[in-house]
């Protein structure tokens, strides 16, 4: 970025801070995956613990895949990787956007940031700590008789993880109803109105996210609804929402003043008499304007035919008006 050559190829440097900053994103997750490649089953075992303690007596997980015991664990890692290193990832987003807006959206989009971050994690605990326990519990307890529960550790792998992305994406609905109100996207007065619907929305997003079940349903659609609320609470203290641009006095019909109307109204009669001055050329009985090159022959052509033997300049008579 010290090159001044860059200044006159604005594109080029902004790809290349883009490179920067992502070469930093990958190196975060990198150091965060060496260190949890190290206890990496570990890891695991902590992850499964939730359904391994409900297991019935016997019973444990089960890898059916060849490379599932050492696959497992390094993907757990990698994911976990990127998880921990979201506020680094965030960070650099934001110092490669925040050139572009102004100070007053600055002091709103820092808080705004933290916020997320902070509630990205809150889900996942939340699903951990609460979803979890209710949901494995249920699953474990339904089965028919004489079927021993032994989920493959890959699918439960890929469970887990699904129900973490839902429910940190889920908790972020407060930071994203504050950021509609405040670009002037929606209004309060309007959410209120469409809340039936974001009720309903929230069950039907829990439906398709969770597994098949009423529990894992409505722990996920209960808490979107409260934290849709939430958002409509906090947009109060974020002040108006930003003015639409108004229209410019380009795109406003022409209106004209008096002086143009005076004007074209003078150019129009001028051209009136302009034409009033003209002859008309099939006009017989227009005066014929002398011109003094003419010869005295022509002249004598030009003369009119007497009615008798006497020269006269006395042409035809015209013929009677009707």
Known sequence: MSDPSLN????IAHLIELRDRLIRILVVILIFFLGFIAFANDLYAYLADPL???LPEGASMIATQ????FLAPFKLALYLSIYCGAPMILYQLWGFIAPGLYDNEKKIAGPLLISSIFLFYAGMAFAYFVVFPLVFGFFTTVGPTGVT????IDAYLSFVLKLFLAFGLAFEIPVATMLLIKAGIASPESLKEKRPYVFIGCFVVGMLVTPPDMISQTLLAVPMWLLFEVGLIGAKF????????EDSEEDEP??????QAVAVIENEA????????EIDEFDLYAPVKSDENDSPIIEELDKPESLDDQDSDVGPPK????
């Open 8 to 11: 006159d190829q604005p594109l």
């Open 52 to 54: 391994q303690s409900l």
């Open 66 to 69: 060849v490379a599932s015991p």
């Open 149 to 152: 529960v032994m989920t493959d």
């Open 238 to 245: 974020l002040g108006s929402p930003r003015p639409k641009p």
């Open 254 to 259: 022409f209106a004209p003043d008096e002086p």
């Open 270 to 277: 001028s051209d009136d008499d302009s034409k009033s001055d």
């Open 319 to 322: 013929p009677p008006k009707t």
